[in-house]
């Protein structure tokens, strides 16, 4: 068995953090990412198991690359490099701190200690191929979310649509929600989801492979935190919402903001109102009510 990884550094020098990291996501490629903050500078690391993919992943780099520039993408260079699978995550370790949500929820890498306070919930993630640790803008809102909405009367049960590395999930879970559901169109996220659903001993919950367009829950949801691509919401829209029960609340996320408006416009006819809204960098996320 080949106990190397095959990767691909990407120096990004654009105007903000997140056009290459949608940029890699739209190429569907094992990715991570990762920002020097004293020297403002965003790397991102592509992965592949063998020779063969990488070269690939090289080649249709390159051109993403120039197809992206237009859009705002500046990649400085592209640099291929070998690593063992056993060195992976001592290389990001230096990159990732402890995460303050509020003062009832925190997420943090396993080598990170958090001092124990009564009531507080502590998140246990560490950066891994189905990247989710709480420092993407979309996923950071969705989190203010839960903890916001936890305990408050009639909010119990929550729905984690697009749930990636499983980080909702387990922060709901901690915060009292239940039940707790979970889907992906991706297998491997859904495999890591549960692996890290079990690290933070989380047993109720069981995320499953599933797609926003056809998904149907056994009922509806006091909360369901969408972190999709704009255009998928919009598109799946009439099957979103009926995962929100009336009364209940829907968190849009994974929009850019010169998308938000339409997504917004397209769930008002829908009966949904919109609560709130945050734009984190180039990102935009919104609470919505559905009316009763």
């Not at 953090?17 to 690391?45: G, I, P």
């Not at 203010?144 to 936890?150: G, M, V, Y």
């Not at 938000?260 to 960098?281: S, Y």
């Amino acid at each position: 068995m080949d106990d190397m990884l095959y990767c691909i550094k990407l120096v990004d020098d654009s105007d903000n953090f997140d056009l290459a990291a949608e940029m890699l996501a739209a190429l569907e490629l094992d990715s991570s990412s990762y920002e020097d903050k004293e020297n403002k500078r965003v790397y991102h690391t592509v992965y592949a198991a063998d020779p063969e993919t990488a070269r690939a992943n090289l080649a249709a780099l390159k051109a993403a690359v120039e197809e992206w520039k237009e859009f705002g993408v500046r990649i400085s260079a592209l640099e291929p490099f070998e690593l063992k699978k056993e060195d992976w995550a001592e290389v990001w370790k230096k990159y990732f701190n402890v995460i303050p949500i509020s003062e009832k929820l925190v997420i943090k890498p396993s080598w990170l200690s958090v001092e124990p306070k009564p009531g507080l919930a502590v998140v246990e993630l560490d950066p891994g191929m189905s990247f989710g640790t709480g420092q993407h803008a979309t996923t950071y809102y969705c989190l203010k979310t839960i903890d916001r909405l936890a305990g408050k009367e009639g909010v119990r049960s929550m729905l984690d649509a697009g749930c990636g590395s499983g980080i909702l999930s387990i922060a709901a879970a901690l915060l009292g929600y239940d039940p707790v559901d979970a889907f992906d169109n991706d297998p491997d996220a859904v495999r890591i989801a549960a692996e890290n659903l079990e690290r933070n001993n989380i047993r109720n919950v069981v995320p499953f492979v599933g797609d926003a367009e056809v998904w149907q829950g056994s009922h509806q949801y006091d909360l369901v935190c969408a972190n999709i691509l704009g255009h998928l919401l919009v598109r799946f829209r009439r099957n979103i919402a009926s995962w929100v029960r009336p009364g209940g609340y829907l968190t849009l996320a994974g929009i850019l903001s010169t998308e938000f408006d339409g997504v917004a416009e397209a769930f008002t006819p829908l009966g949904f109102e919109e609560l709130d809204r945050e734009t984190l960098r180039e990102w935009t996320s919104g609470l919505f009510v559905r009316k009763s």
